[in-house]
T-cell receptor, first 118, second 109 residues
């Protein structure tokens, strides 16, 4: 079946602009995660959804970052007033949830969106 | 503080040699430990997890709670093992993963 997909694959924007990054999780997965990966670093957690609600948003760096998952499937990460320091690869992952048996919390990653802020 | 440390940025070995990628963690409870791998131009994928105690592609990892380590080992490295390897921990349930900075493994012919 189809894995996690993310669009766009690349996004170049100017400082101060608004961007939206989209994630399509694996069908039926109840949990969805956003991570940010800067050059030379491992992925850093941003936010985690269980269904439609944000179960943990403690990784969002500031109030310019916001994410939604209105129908419990597709999620959008929104960044306002982008800064050069926001340049990174934004990764999305999903996991099956309790119906997934022993692998309920195995996270499947998308290919990422490379964001460049000029 | 919750932390995963991978001390080596780059590990270079010859084909057929043993390989060990180090991972140490800091966590106050009982974490679940994972190794993820990213091959060139591919997405991040799970290699193995400590609770399953499996050997995947010849790799094994044992959780040592006394040393707070979860080192990844393979007795005979292959060229196709060349990739970026990330150690990660989870506090359990469906919480987020905390990743190390990664180790790039290069297996030379």
């Amino acid at each position: 079946g189809a894995g996690v997909s993310q669009t766009p694959s690349n996004k170049v924007t100017e400082k101060g602009k608004y961007v939206e990054l989209r994630c399509d999780p694996i069908s039926g997965h109840t949990a969805l995660y956003w991570y940010r990966q800067s050059l030379g670093q491992g992925p850093e957690f941003l936010i985690y959804f269980q269904g439609t609600g944000a179960a943990d948003d403690s990784g969002l760096p500031n109030d310019r970052f916001f994410a939604v998952r209105p129908e419990g499937s597709v999620s959008t990460l929104k960044i306002q007033r982008t800064e050069r320091g926001d340049s990174a690869v934004y990764l999305c992952a999903s996991s099956p949830g309790l119906a997934g048996g022993p692998s309920y919390n195995e996270q499947f990653f998308g290919p990422g969106t490379r964001l460049t802020v000029l | 503080a919750q932390r995963v440390t991978q001390p080596e940025k780059l590990l270079s070995v010859f084909k057929g040699a043993p390989v060990e990628l180090k991972c140490n963690y800091s966590y106050s409870g009982s974490p679940e430990l994972f190794w993820y791998v990213q091959y060139s131009r591919q997405r991040l994928q799970l290699l193995l997890r400590h609770i399953s105690r499996e050997s995947i592609k010849g790799f094994t990892a044992d959780l040592n709670k006394g040393e707070t380590s979860f080192h990844l080992k393979k007795p005979f490295a292959q060229e196709e093992d060349s990739a970026m390897y990330y150690c990660a921990l989870s506090g359990g349930s469906q919480g987020n993963l905390i990743f190390g900075k990664g180790t790039k493994l290069s297996v030379k012919p």
